[in-house]
């Protein structure tokens, strides 16, 4: 199978601007930009404050038990509500990508995971204001007690054949069949920081 790690769940061409600044968060003066490049960053002519919009750094963690994969009902107040999906988030800026998964997993489902392996990265154009860069990771069980917490109100364990409820996002069905077809063992990871 094709590795795919690019998904866009609407078309970029048709989309509003998103809401950005209009006044430096550090100084208060107005946002400037290049009147001939609409798509060129806002800046800060008086103190030099740049407003970079980069997509937010993310993980998925791919949790299997023999044939069977991981997923989590996403909670009513979540982006895309009650779909299912990996269980996953965003990486805090003081820890590492790896620290972000075993935390996530633990928020998520109440288990803990030792990593095994990067199995993708993937690129998501979710909405207008939300597209992230996801290191999407492999991961088995070895401790806790399932419970759905933070963004997921569910879990349940699916056969990596299927059939899968309606899933929230594109890239977790496309890492699911991937790694059943392919048994990926991914790229190896830090030895240091694949347990809790």
């Known amino acids: 199978m094709i590795p795919r790690q690019i998904f866009s769940a609407y078309d970029q061409r048709l989309a509003d601007t998103p809401r950005e600044y209009r006044f430096c968060p550090l100084c208060g003066a107005p946002l400037s930009r290049d009147a001939h490049d609409p798509a060129a960053r806002m800046w800060c002519g008086n103190c030099g404050w740049v407003h970079y919009r980069n997509p937010p750094p993310g993980v998925v963690i791919l949790i299997t038990e023999e044939d069977r994969v991981l997923i989590g009902r996403r909670a009513g107040s979540s982006f895309a509500p009650n779909l299912w ?62 419970f759905p917490g933070d963004d997921l109100a569910e879990l349940r364990w699916t056969p990596l054949a299927g059939p899968f409820p309606d899933m929230a996002f594109e890239a ?25």
């Open 85 to 146: 999906c990996l269980p996953g988030g965003f990486v805090e800026f003081h820890e590492d990508f790896l620290t972000a998964a075993i935390r996530e997993t633990r928020e998520e489902t109440g288990l803990d995971v030792e990593i095994s392996s990067i199995i993708s990265v993937v690129s998501n154009f979710l909405a207008p204001d939300l597209h992230t860069l996801v290191v999407v990771l492999a991961a088995r069980v070895i401790g806790g007690t399932p």
């Open 172 to 196: 977790d069905r496309h890492i699911i069949e991937r790694y059943r077809l392919t048994i990926l063992e991914g790229a190896p990871v830090d030895p240091d920081y694949t347990r809790p």
